[in-house]
């Protein structure tokens, strides 16, 4: 059919181009906001990761341990998770007999005399953490479980009881001026076969024994009988080899080392460790007395400070004219 349009009118038949819809602004921003959101959920995991990696650095975490070390692992956990199915775990103790948890090497210095009070602790120390205890006399302390850790070991009743005070402090001065870091390990009252249990009755006097103690740079730590306190032995000696402070010399001294080892101990702030150090990493009286300060510090393994005090000792000028003599010019 024709139009009835005027002649010459053109008529545009083409479909017009389609237009994009235009953006909405709120769905734009909405969009920005959640990638904002993501990049900074990214960046929070990122530091998150990164502060871990910088504590991990700083805190003592334990050294990956090698393959055989690992499988060893693994079956001790597989016997461990059978133990635990068959409902042969006592969940009331604080010590775990199924699992040695102390490596073999790690030893341990006990005073001989703890031997009449503390043998279950030895045994203990030995059988269930596979601990080398070497029995000495320690004078100073009653165990060194690493080159710069003494712990003493009382009861209750003695860190409450108001006639020892002064002698514990005294003695804690005197572990102090020995070792860089002291140990209290307090030990709960033991009852004998057949008497009640009695509990302890915390007084003032008590309470500001131990806060003394804390202020004077002392780490406590509380036991409830002769495992526990293996356990913290062990664990306390653990903790120092995996820094770096394990005793890595011989302990046992024969012959005329020995009287080279009372010499030693004679020396102000050298304890017994630091004169085994000294017995078998200088060898003889003389090498030691012309080593330097530096010698020192790295063979005995102090700090610098008490290299210096041992310097000191060793290289002091005496005045011969001073001493008095014992032989009179009539005998003569």
Not at 76 to 87: K, P
Not at 270 to 292: D, G, I, K, P, T
Not at 312 to 322: P, Y
């Amino acid at each position: 059919p024709l139009s009835d349009a005027a002649p010459g009118t053109v008529f545009n038949t083409a479909r017009p181009p389609s237009r994009s819809p235009k953006s909405d602004p709120a769905r734009a921003g909405g969009e920005k906001s959640r990638k904002d959101a993501v990049l900074q959920k990214q960046e929070t995991h990122r530091q998150r990761f990164s502060n871990q990696a910088l504590l991990s650095e700083e805190l003592d975490f334990q050294e990956p341990l090698p393959t055989t070390c690992v499988k060893t692992q693994a079956a001790c956990c597989s016997t461990a998770s059978l133990t635990m199915a068959s409902g042969s775990v006592d969940y009331g103790t604080t010590t775990d007999t199924t699992i040695n948890t102390t490596p073999a090497c790690v030893c341990v210095l006990v005073d001989s005399r703890c031997i009449s009070a503390g043998a279950d602790v030895v045994s203990s120390l030995r059988l269930k953490h596979g601990a080398a205890v070497h029995i000495c006399s320690l004078v100073s302390c009653d165990f060194i479980v690493s080159k710069r850790m003494a712990v003493e070991w009382h009861s209750e009743s003695e860190l409450a009881s108001l006639q020892s005070r002064k002698r514990l402090q005294e003695r804690i001065q005197s572990v102090q001026g020995l070792f860089d870091r002291v140990c209290l390990l307090v030990e709960k009252d033991r009852t004998k076969p057949g008497e009640p249990l009695r509990p302890f009755q915390r007084s003032r006097y008590y309470d500001s024994t131990v806060a003394a103690l804390v202020r004077a740079g002392v780490r406590l730590l509380f036991s409830t009988g002769p495992d526990d306190t293996a356990m913290l032995l062990a664990q306390l000696a653990q903790v120092e080899q995996r820094k770096g402070q394990a005793i890595s010399v011989p302990v046992e001294v024969n012959g005329r080392r020995q009287q080279v080892l009372q010499f030693y101990l004679t020396l102000p702030c050298v304890s017994y460790v630091n004169a085994l150090y000294m017995c078998n990493r200088f060898y003889s009286v003389a090498h030691l007395v012309n080593s330097s300060v530096d010698t020192l510090q790295a063979g005995i393994h102090v700090s610098r400070s008490r290299a210096e005090e041992i310097y000191r000792c060793l290289r002091f000028s005496c005045d011969t004219t001073l001493m008095k003599s014992n032989t009179s010019k009539n005998s003569l």
